[in-house]
């Protein structure tokens, strides 16, 4: 049955671009962006990840059912952040016209 | 349900037969060939001895909290005994008997017939839940022997974490165990549905059974982490004092509470949406019709299981979530009704100019659509922050969870149970007496929990081991209801052994339903079918000519 | 009784199990079901990360200094050494899938290699955290023993910077400790990978336990990947 082989010349070169974006990483959070540090910090780790499911972890080569799978696990993390910060972020906060609590 | 032609290939076996020739339950015997199986059908019957002692358990539990709310006085029980009956009522009903109950039980031993397969995709696995299962069973029943848990089965912090002084931990250990039992049944489930249905079964033609297990089995596998995850929290809290949700050392209980609901809430929907899977077939077979609106119905399933999700926070309206907050719950919590009643709208409009024959599984049916419409409602109105601020911690919600949960849940269950009996065991139960429990349970269930609500709303709380003198008429007739709702329960347990040896021979297809269960023999080969199943036609083809003649020539009964 | 269209003659594969009709059948099953099984991994670490959030925001002060105290080399290197281990792991699966048995073995073997030495250096690390009173407990002491110049504007900031900042260390060793677990466990797995591959019972036709692990593999590398910026960079802008 045909089977996708992804060429070692394709693992390396993934491998070396994790390796250069976590030095990127470090080396922007030593400058003090503010809020854009999480940002940026946050980008590349998605990056990463990113590179990591598509070419180490064959999603590139999967079926559409794997792709939706591991899509929905991250989009569900992010109900579970999102809607929870939902309360903490309007907790008697300055911007909202009432407050909170 | 049209089977390939095929080459030669053994006659399947008549009725009469059917005992002589090799069935799942004669295939092996002994012991070992229980507990070593890999047969989903014999891990079926396993899970449902497990159950059934745990709702014992947990009825136990519940006959003691509506005894000692019999008098308005404290004078059965203590209050720190009073809140350890009902913490291991909610925590024994929860997570040893409504979560797993009807995906273990019905769900093991139907989705592989229901879709033309040999067997679930991962049977070892299968068994290792079963086990899994037992494990966190033990921890709990450990904690149980050592004076139970007081803290609510909601574990809220920073009591369960820092005051507690009952054996918070084990029980919870229990929990996690058992939560990984759930997860492994919701993963089979899942890949055994999208790869392993018979040629020509698409989704479109799968019963809404499956639909619904589908569901369930995307909520567990969603939801059940953040619990375990939770758990492994409040025991790391309650043994090192971390802080994370001890206010004293900068923590906030309140997102113990939003981990926790996270998943308690859409483990709601993993105890309903199993029952209304087998409502869809209950309804469809005894008004002999399709299900009006077969499409809506199972996107309806998917529906709940996503939008529930959403609607966490509503548990916490008054525990100190931001208004906003609340707000935006609350109107997501109206969302969720809808696909219920969408769904509750197509039963009844299956109904409508049926050919109704009201067997005992039908019984069970027309009462959950009822009951579960009651409970739904109710469910609304709670949704509704401004009623919510006043009936919150009392009998009302109370009420309105059991009116779901035994009303809905258990009603389905039983149903479903009487329903595929024949199929399980090739046996009938006594007629009488099963239509005689159905009875019991209806009135006993309404009498246990209409008296509720309005107990609620006028104002007496849950989880008081005592109250105003005003309120005893309603709670006498409260555990007046109880004791009939437990006789109905108690009946079943005994016919059904009773049955297996004694009871009529079924026949393979008794109810003459349509369904790839019912098209094979009852009880079936281990290997489930004769000739592996081809598809060609959609689920509930009752209308059929060709089905409808052979059917009608073929069942002794309905 | 047997059933299936194949019966007649056909050659079944060793490995396929009785409830599936092809290989293809059971590759796609039980890549969907480690599949799964990683999104109920998502969802547990997912809890952490919500706590993290949460925290982060209420204590920025306390979470910055508390990040400044870990050592980023030691976790670089550690980033760096986890991704090497995805590459292993990822060339393990290639040898299966050019029938290279001893080189299966070679690449599961680096993996095991390099994801001990992850252990070993987070061991030292904690040894550290210990040493220096970092360890949430009755030894805590971040405050009064801290070099740092500015703990005292800080403290005037955040009179409870001390118990804030021992939520971070909690956080810290309960997503490193669990991290670490999920490695532990996966090292062990494949040390039995180890025993079959070199046994022979991978090749390019039957390789899915390898690419099983190798999924739960990479996705505690992923796990890892959001670990590091999250603890380990809070504050390194920040003048020490």
């Known amino acids: 049955m045909a089977e996708h082989v992804t060429s070692r010349k394709v693992y390396f070169l993934v491998f070396a671009a994790l390796i250069v974006l976590t030095v990127v990483t470090w080396l922007v959070a030593q400058v003090d962006l503010g809020w854009a540090n999480d940002v940026v910090a946050l980008t590349i780790a998605v990056t990463k990840a990113v590179l990591v499911l598509l070419f180490f972890m064959h999603v590139r080569t999967s079926t559409r059912m794997t792709i939706v799978t591991a899509t929905a696990g991250f989009f569900w993390l992010v109900i579970l952040i999102g809607l929870t910060l939902a309360d903490y972020l309007t907790r008697g906060s300055s911007w909202l016209p009432v407050p909170g609590k | 349900m049209n089977t390939s ?178 997860i492994f049944t919701g993963l089979n489930f899942i890949v055994t549905i999208h790869r392993m249905r018979a040629p020509g079964l698409t989704w479109f033609r799968l019963p809404l059974f499956i639909w619904s297990h589908y569901a369930t089995s995307l909520i567990i596998v969603l939801g059940t982490p953040v619990i375990a995850i939770t758990i492994l929290l409040v025991g790391a809290e309650r043994l090192l004092h971390l802080g994370v949700f001890d206010p004293k050392l900068g923590g906030d209980p309140i997102l113990f509470q939003h981990l926790f609901w996270f998943y308690s809430h859409p483990a709601v929907y993993i105890m309903i949406l199993p029952a209304m899977g087998v409502i ?122 059991h009116y779901i949960m035994v009303g809905g849940t258990i009603m389905g269950y039983l149903g479903g149970l009487h329903y595929w009996w024949p199929k399980i065991s090739g046996r009938l139960y006594p007629n009488f007496l099963s239509k005689l429990s159905a009875l019991l349970v209806f009135v006993g269930f309404n009498l246990t929990f209409a008296p509720q609500f309005v107990l609620g709303y006028l104002g007496m709380p849950r989880r008081y081991w005592s109250y105003p003198p005003e309120f005893q008429v309603l709670n006498v007739l409260s555990t007046a209801g109880a004791s009939i709702l437990g006789v109905g329960y108690i009946l079943p347990l005994f016919y059904f052994i009773w049955s297996m040896r004694y009871g009529k021979k079924s026949g393979d297809n008794p109810w003459g339903a349509v369904g790839l269960e019912w098209d094979t023999t009852s009880p079936p080969p281990t290997e489930n079918f004769y000739t592996m199943p081809v598809v060609t036609h959609g689920p509930y083809e009752y209308n059929r000519e060709e089905v409808h003649n052979r059917l009608t020539q073929e069942a002794p009964l309905g | ?119 070993v250096i987070k061991g030292f690390e904690y040894h550290d955290k210990f040493v220096e009173h970092h360890v949430p407990g009755p030894n805590f002491n971040f405050v009064e023993e801290n070099p740092s110049p500015h703990i005292h504007q800080i403290a005037a900031r955040d009179p409870n910077l001390g118990r804030h900042a021992s939520i971070f260390f909690s956080l810290y060793f309960i997503m490193t400790g669990l991290h670490a677990t999920h490695m532990v466990i996966g090292i062990a797995v494949l040390i039995v990978m180890v025993v079959l591959s070199w046994k022979g019972k991978y090749d390019a036709r039957y390789y899915n336990p390898l690419e099983m692990t190798g999924l739960y593999w990479h996705f505690v590398d992923i796990v890892w990947i959001f670990l590091f910026p999250l603890l380990y960079l809070l504050g390194a802008h920040a003048a020490r």
Do not use: C
């Not at chain 2, 839940?129 to 149980?144: D, H, K, M, P, R």
């Not at chain 2, 659509?369 to 401004?386: E, H, N, R, S």
């Not at chain 3, 007649?8 to 890549?31: I, R, Y």
């Open chain 3, 1 to 119: 009784m047997a059933s299936s269209p194949l019966a007649h003659g056909a050659h079944h594969h060793p490995a396929l199990a009785h409830q599936f009709d092809t290989m293809e059948q059971q590759k796609e099953s039980s890549t969907l079901g480690m599949w799964l099984f990683l999104v109920t991994e998502i969802m547990f670490f997912g809890g952490l990360f919500l706590t993290y959030v949460v925290y982060r925001s209420r204590f920025p002060d306390a979470f910055l200094l508390a990040s400044n105290s870990l050592n980023v080399i030691l976790g670089g290197i550690n980033t760096a050494v986890l991704i090497g281990s995805s590459l292993t792991m990822a060339l393990a699966i290639w040898a299966a899938q050019v029938n290279w048995r001893k080189g299966i073995v070679i690449f599961l073997l680096a993996t095991i290699g390099l994801g001990s030495t992850f252990l």
């Open chain 2, 280 to 401: 869809s077939e209950l309804v469809a077979a005894f008004s002999r019709k399709r299900i009006f609106g077969y499409k809506f119905v199972a996107f309806a399933s998917v529906g709940i299981a996503v939008l529930g999700f959403l609607v966490w926070g509503h548990h916490m309206f008054v525990a100190g979530e931001s208004v906003y907050a609340a707000t935006i719950f609350s109107a997501l919590s109206m969302l969720v009704a809808v696909p219920s009643a969408i769904k509750v709208f197509n039963w009844t409009a299956t109904l409508y100019e049926g050919s109704i024959s009201l067997e005992t599984p039908m019984l069970y049916a027309l009462g959950f659509i009822g009951l579960f419409t009651i409970g739904g409602l109710t469910g609304v109105m709670v949704a509704t922050l401004g009623i919510d601020v006043h009936v919150h911690d009392t009998y009302f919600i109370v009420a309105h969870f």
């Open chain 2, 5 to 182: 032609a095929a080459a030669a290939t053994p006659a399947p076996p008549t009725p009469e037969t059917a005992f002589e020739r090799p069935n799942y339950l004669n295939a092996a015997y002994g012991v070992r060939s229980w507990l070593l199986t890999r047969d989903h059908k014999r891990i079926a019957i396993l899970y449902l001895i497990s159950v059934t002692i745990f709702f014992a358990l947990g009825s136990l539990f519940a006959g003691l909290v509506r005894l000692e709310l019999l008098t308005p006085e404290g004078d059965l029980m203590g209050p720190d005994t009073y809140n350890r009956m009902f913490t291991m009522h909610g925590i024994v009903m929860v997570f040893f008997f409504l979560i797993p109950g009807i995906p273990a039980v019905l769900g093991n031993f139907l989705v592989p017939l229901m879709i033309g397969a040999k067997d679930l995709a991962m049977p070892k696995l299968n068994l290792a839940s079963w086990y899994v299962y037992n494990i966190g069973a033990a921890f709990t029943l450990w904690a149980i022997a050592n004076g139970g848990v007081d803290t609510g089965w909601t574990f809220y912090t920073p009591f369960s974490t820092n005051y507690s002084n009952t054996y918070v931990i084990p029980a919870a250990l229990g929990i996690f165990v058992t939560g990984f039992s759930s």
